[in-house]
């Protein structure tokens, strides 16, 4: 009997992608060695640019998208796993104890094996080649495809990081270039849909700091070339991932500033300034309010003609609503206030609003504080400035009010609050001043 003919081992390459999500892809050999050869003389930055395009443009003839939260998300844990520590073999029972930590097995090493032979069996539905040898045990330990070529966009992305530096060039038309295209490798955490394992969160953190640094590497160096819309696109990706980043809002604001636009740097200013306040109840740093001192200066610095100053004065917004201020600034109105008052005799009304819930947690009260300022700003005439004291209370000023007036407002307040609300469930208390009495 004629004896079967042995079967070709691939060199096919395996491209994995752990940004975002998880997929294993199956490349050909020849699309690989057609990258090699067409860089074959090419500069580092080329060659790297050349290992990006694998996961851009290179078609697959296999592919596996797996999902991490989903009813086989233990097999997928192992398989990624194994992936990350593809250089050296991982033992049995360090598996059973990452996967099944809180589950005790009469015999866990078959609860192992079985988990291994689906993988091996989807990869084989999948058409990969060699799909038994993808996972292989030997001497006792599980491995990785060890005959095989592995790319991991994680791994060309963390070399490129560590090629480009802490510096760019603004000069460094091909640095720059590659350190755009890398950055379009992060295209999510590492596994974002396993950020509840502890060994995924850990990498994940690991990988967003890379990004992040990279990222005002390059957008410092897109600046200095005058890219400058580059800059802002890039600075908006990382303000999206991370609001918090100050360093990239200012960056974008610089890039806005250097562009012409400082509307455009205000209006980033607020928005990281009413982030910061609404979450983390703390101001914006000395560097961001020097970059919104200079967009104020470049947006109003110059003359105001007849027209600007009629503009500027009588044509409100009616959609502008109550006047919400800073401590600083409502104090001022208040003096001014007192000072009108000696002259006119009219008195007028401080009201302090409280409100509280005992079971809300820290970021409810954020978002109750928030609905709160809204209805202010929606019943409080135009003249009525209000600010906000502590975590919890606001104060409003009401020029001309009597008591009686002070009280009736508080109570539209409430009532306003309650109906958009109606299940936010919050206690308010009210106290009321005259501001003659205050002197």
């Not at 689906?118 to 990969?128: G, Q």
């Not at 360093?247 to 300034?273: K, V």
Request: proline content about 3%; glycine content about 4%; some cysteine.
């Amino acid at each position: 009997m004629a004896a079967h003919p042995k079967k070709r081992k691939t060199n096919d390459v395996l491209c994995i992608k752990m940004f975002g999500s998880f997929s294993i892809s199956q490349i050909p050999a020849k699309a690989m060695r057609d990258i090699t050869t067409a860089s074959g003389n090419a500069s580092t930055a080329e060659i790297a640019l050349a290992r990006i395009d694998t996961f851009t443009s290179v078609e697959s003839v296999a592919e596996i998208t797996a999902s991490l939260s989903g009813r086989a998300h233990r097999l997928w844990l192992l398989v990624a796993y194994l992936i990350v520590n593809r250089d050296h073999g991982v033992s049995p029972q360090e598996l059973i104890d990452l996967l099944w930590p809180e589950v005790t097995s009469n015999n866990p090493a078959s609860t192992l094996q079985n988990n291994v032979s689906r993988a091996r069996a989807l990869f084989s539905e999948a058409n990969f080649d060699d799909a038994r040898d993808l996972i292989k045990h030997t001497d006792g330990l599980y491995y990785w495809a060890p005959e095989r070529s592995t790319l991991l966009d994680t791994e060309i992305f963390e070399a490129n990081v560590r090629r480009i530096g802490d510096f760019l060039s603004a000069e460094d038309t091909e640095g720059i270039d590659l350190a755009l295209e890398t950055c379009k490798l992060y295209t999510g955490d590492f596994l974002d849909d396993a950020t509840d394992i502890t060994w995924c969160a850990n990498l994940a953190v690991y990988y967003r700091t890379l990004y992040k640094r990279l990222c005002k590497t390059t957008i410092v160096a897109l600046i200095g070339a005058g890219r400058l819309k580059e800059a802002q696109a890039l600075c908006l990706q990382v303000c999206v991932l991370d609001p918090a980043a100050e360093e990239f809002s200012l960056l974008l604001m610089q890039a806005y500033l250097a562009d012409a636009n400082p509307t455009a740097a205000l209006e980033q200013y607020q928005t990281i300034a009413s982030y910061l306040s609404q979450t983390y109840d703390i101001q914006p740093s000395a560097e961001l309010e020097t970059q919104r001192e200079i967009a104020l200066q470049e947006l109003y610095g110059q003359s105001m003609n007849e027209q600007g100053i009629r503009t500027f004065l009588f044509e409100s917004n009616d959609d502008e609503g109550a006047f919400a201020c800073s401590n600083a600034v409502f104090r001022e109105i208040a003096l001014l206030r007192l000072r009108e008052m000696e002259r006119s005799g009219e008195d007028s009304h401080i009201i302090a609003i409280s409100f509280s819930n005992p079971s809300t947690k820290t970021a409810r009260r954020i978002i109750n504080a928030k609905r709160v300022a809204q209805v202010l700003s929606a019943t409080l005439r135009a003249s009525d400035p209000f600010t906000k004291v502590g975590s919890n209370q606001f104060l409003v000023l009401l020029p001309g009010a009597s008591a009686e007036n002070a009280r009736m407002v508080y109570e539209r307040i409430v009532a306003r609050f309650k109906d958009n609300f109606p299940r936010a469930e919050l206690a308010f208390r009210f106290s009321m001043m005259s501001l003659a009495a205050l002197r």
